[in-house]
């Protein structure tokens, strides 16, 4: 199947590959993503599992074990990203950087 095992995937990297190999034009993936969109197709995305992988003895490692690695957090809104105060409504001054509260600005 064009070189590829039959129970592989057609992602946008190995459609673009093939253009390129069967009309020896280049496409990016992007390009082939974008092409396969408007003839009304889309690349499939391999899912990144194991195949031996149990679902059963995943359940219980979340529901027990997870549980207590994870911890409670933080709460929300206790922390922010910004290495600045943000400034509170009664800190603000009614007027901007050098100008006048009283003039209009135009």
Do not use: C
Not at 31 to 36: D, E, K, Q, V, W
């Amino acid at each position: 199947m064009h070189g590829w095992v039959e129970d592989q995937v057609w992602t946008a990297a190995r459609v673009a590959n093939l253009i390129g190999r069967k009309f020896h034009v280049s496409y990016s993936v992007s390009g082939a993503t974008r092409l396969m969109h408007r003839l009304g197709f889309s690349p499939q995305v391999p899912v990144r599992r194991v195949a031996e992988r149990d679902e059963e003895s995943v359940k219980v490692w979340k529901e027990a074990t997870w549980a207590e690695v994870k911890g409670p957090g933080r709460p929300a809104g206790a922390t922010s990203a910004s290495r600045t105060k943000q400034a509170s409504p009664a800190d603000r001054s009614g007027a901007a950087p050098g100008g006048d509260a009283d003039t209009p600005r135009s």
